[in-house]
């Protein structure tokens, strides 16, 4: 089977970004204007592939390439952002036999590998998918190395009570003995991206991990994005910023992007409970179904995060280095 891959340099943003919506396994970070934000604030090009079957398109690939000196590097996504979830994303193959859909995502990948080695030649590539994406074995075949890593999903249908009971009891304590306190959770505009960016940054400071998201970088993908992508949510204690969440929604799912640290405040009031609960109760009004944790890959974290009843959802890290690559990917394991 042959799959043609191209650049969508000659499309417009709203016919990519129909394709996105079309495509299963796409996410928010997939939109055109997203996609040109990471690259201007990752230093690197984006080149937005397209497998088509004659003129049915099959799949979409957006790839960063990025010099290091001497080593060219492929990424989807780019590191440096924290942008989680990139890789492909497939259309048209819901109708067709398990046979003809692995043949067909085989070409794809096939595809967009050789255009990459012909167009880019990169000494070292790293995707990482989406959470879901239903088989990786294309890649293995291209010999890459695939890890799997994990994320929590929370199923945020039902009743709302329905929701509230399946947490553990100390979450279900918190959200519901907060309402006795002065405290408030908004959704606001750009002027809490700030705030939120820096409480980040101070947290991971004072864990001596690296942390490049800007306040600038968010603030345009705010700006830029489809409205209602973006969505900074705020904790007030006593009047007071507290804490916040950078949400990010798209489909049928509501992501913890940026946020829910521990903290700046000596406080007994379940800061982070309450905006997690709030979070998800925005994504229920418009339609979301799941609220992304967004990792589930450290034990300390994970103890916070399970408690919201989540299901263990896997996704997959891509791989592939030559010898000089290597040093990209120690560069990129330092800075992801």
């Not at 492909?88 to 990948?109: S, Y």
């Not at 700046?264 to 997690?276: A, K, R």
């Not at 609220?291 to 916070?304: E, K, M, W």
Request: hydrophobic content about 35%; aromatic content about 10%; overall charge negative.
């Amino acid at each position: 089977m042959t799959i043609d891959i191209t650049s969508a340099d000659d499309m417009t943003p709203a016919e990519w970004n129909t394709l996105v919506e079309r495509a299963r396994y796409t996410d928010a970070m997939h939109q055109w204007e997203a996609l040109a934000v990471i690259a201007r604030h990752a230093d690197s090009t984006v080149h937005r592939l397209i497998g088509h079957k004659g003129q049915e398109p099959v799949g979409i690939f957006p790839v960063f390439e990025r010099r290091y000196g001497p080593i060219t590097a492929v990424f989807s996504p780019p590191p440096g952002l924290r942008i989680v979830y990139l890789g492909p994303g497939l259309l048209n193959m819901d109708k067709l036999t398990q046979r003809k859909t692995e043949r067909r995502q085989r070409a794809f990948i096939d595809g967009v590998l050789e255009w990459v080695d012909e167009r880019i030649g990169p000494s070292y590539i790293h995707v990482r998918t989406t959470p879901g994406y239903p088989d990786v074995r294309p890649f293995t075949w291209n010999d890459c190395t695939v890890s799997p890593t994990y994320t929590y999903h929370v199923d945020i249908t039902g009743p709302e009570s329905d929701l509230l009971d399946r947490f553990s009891r100390d979450a279900r304590t918190n959200i519901r003995d907060a309402a006795a306190t002065d405290y408030d959770v908004d959704e606001r505009g750009p002027e809490a991206i700030d705030r939120i960016v820096e409480q980040v940054r101070s947290r991971y400071a004072a864990q001596d991990v690296p942390y490049d998201v800007t306040p600038s970088f968010v603030r345009e993908l705010y700006e830029q994005t489809p409205d209602g992508t973006i969505r900074p949510f705020t904790c007030h204690l006593d009047g007071s910023f507290v804490g916040g969440i950078l949400a990010v929604a798209f489909d049928d799912t509501i992501a913890r992007w940026q946020g829910g640290v521990k903290p700046d405040v000596d406080s007994d009031f379940p800061i982070n409970d309450v905006l997690d609960w709030d979070v998800m109760r925005a994504g229920r009004e418009i339609g979301c179904t799941t609220y992304d944790l967004v990792g589930a890959n450290f034990p300390r974290i994970n103890r916070y995060k399970s408690k919201f009843g989540p299901i263990l959802t896997p996704f997959y890290e891509v791989e592939q280095a030559s010898l000089l690559g290597s040093l990209a990917a120690r560069m990129y394991k330092h800075r992801k």
